[in-house]
Every structure is written in structure tokens, then in C-alpha cells.
T-cell receptor, first 117, second 111 residues
Framework: NAGVTQTPKFRILKIGQSMTLQCAQD?????MYWYRQDPGMGLKLIYY???????DKGEVPNGYNVSRSTTEDFPLRLELAAPSQTSVYFC????????????????FGPGTRLTVL | DAKTTQPPSMDCAEGRAANLPCNHS???????VYWYRQIHSQGPQYIIH???NNETNEMASLIITEDRKSSTLILPHATLRDTAVYYC????????????FGTGTRLTVIP
């Protein structure tokens, strides 16, 4: 299994541009997440999904959109890039079968480093 | 919200056991202790988790005190590739946003 994969690894955007960060998992996990990590800081949850067609906001959703049309894929869309969105973005997935948030182990992808100039 | 306290940094000699402590004095009865690590700029890597019993897997051991107010992650034979920031996380039933990465412990394995 490749686990959680993310593309691209690096990207530079100009202010106002749009892009989609791709995330895919091959573990047949039900739940998927998007986080951002600013330099020297912890991870902050942007959006998450508990299944195809179901998404919900996390702690910092403004400026982002998501969709989940399949179990495997969970793309993150930036519509009007701003310098404040310069960050490293991590996608994660978890089985979502334990019936408990406290025991649902999340597995992370390698990240996308985004710079907005 | 941070519910754990970890030393900011530790050193360990290569080949020796690395013992990383974590205090979680306000942990509730149904909250689990999770450990992740993050090797420079990579995605966080799951290591181990537990509720009240000691746990062991191929990567590490987790020792939780009887009162559950603290725990220790043990890497039995540290290698240079174990150099990373290690995060101790208490996970509640609060929902999806329950994986709080604080500042962690930066472990440096020395040759």
C-alpha cells in the first residue's frame, strides 16, 4: 500500500491564483482530513470528511473548499490564494470504524509545501 | 487545547534506549494517549497509543503510570533516523479536531 499520497510536493502561487491540492489514500479508510502547519507551529485542522459526499469544517476553513466524491480522494481547493495561506499542507486518513474519535488512528501523507507570493 | 507537558529537547546516544516523558495530569478516564513523531518537514508518523495498559509494537513501547497522569515512550535502540520531534497527545471524544500537536520533544540521536 502506498498509504496517503499528496501532489504536488511543492508549489509557488501568486496572490489571487487558484489551485487544487490532491490527496489520495489506498487503505479503504472512511475518514479523511486536511491540516496546515505553519513554521514552528502545530497542525491545524482545515476540513474533514467522514465519507463520500460528507464534509465538515475544522478549525481554520476560511479560504478553502473541499469535496469528497470517492472514498479514495479528498482534494483541497484554494480559490484566491493569499500570503497567509503560505504553509505546509498535510492530508490524513483514518479507518473510521472504531466508533470512537479517541481511538481512530490517523495516518498522514508527506505534505505539500505551498508558498504564496 | 494542550493537555500534555513534554520537555522541549532531549539527546540520546545511538544504540541506547530513548525514554521520552509526558505529563497529562488532567487526563479523563476515556481519553487515550497517542504518540506521533515528525521527522524534519515530513508528515507526522503514528507510533503507538494506549489507554491504561502498557503497549508495545515494532516501533516502541508505551508505559502509562497507574494513575494515568504521565507516560513514557521508549525507543529501545535509538538510531540516527529516530531524530525527530515527538508529540504526546491526549485524545478525547470531542470529535475530529482532537489531534492537538503541541510543541513536542525534539529528540536528537547522537552518533
Amino acid at each position: 500500500n502506498a498509504g496517503v499520497t499528496q501532489t504536488p510536493k511543492f508549489r509557488i502561487l501568486k496572490i489571487g491564483q487558484s489551485m487544487t491540492l490532491q490527496c489520495a489514500q489506498d487503505m479503504n479508510h472512511n475518514y479523511m482530513y486536511w491540516y496546515r502547519q505553519d513554521p514552528g507551529m502545530g497542525l491545524k485542522l482545515i476540513y474533514y470528511s467522514v465519507g463520500a459526499g460528507i464534509t465538515d469544517k475544522g478549525e481554520v476553513p476560511n479560504g478553502y473548499n473541499v469535496s469528497r466524491s470517492t472514498t479514495e480522494d479528498f482534494p483541497l481547493r484554494l480559490e484566491l490564494a493569499a500570503p497567509s495561506q503560505t504553509s505546509v499542507y498535510f492530508c490524513a486518513s483514518s479507518p473510521g470504524t472504531s466508533g470512537s474519535w479517541s481511538t481512530d488512528t490517523q495516518y498522514f501523507g508527506p505534505g505539500t509545501r505551498l508558498t504564496v507570493l | 487545547d494542550a493537555k500534555t507537558t513534554q520537555p522541549p529537547s532531549m539527546d540520546c546516544a545511538e544504540g541506547r534506549a530513548a525514554n521520552l516523558p509526558c505529563n497529562h495530569s488532567t487526563i479523563s478516564g476515556n481519553e487515550y494517549v497517542y504518540w506521533y513523531r515528525q521527522i524534519h518537514s515530513q508528515g507526522p508518523q503514528y507510533i503507538i497509543h494506549g489507554l491504561k495498559n502498557n503497549e508495545t509494537n515494532e516501533m516502541a513501547s508505551l508505559i502509562i503510570t497507574e494513575d494515568r497522569k504521565s507516560s513514557t515512550l521508549i525507543l529501545p535502540h535509538a538510531t540516527l533516523r529516530d531524530t525527530a520531534v515527538y508529540y504526546c497527545i491526549v485524545r478525547s471524544e470531542a470529535g475530529a479536531n482532537n489531534l492537538f500537536f503541541g510543541t513536542g520533544t525534539r529528540l536528537t540521536v547522537i552518533p
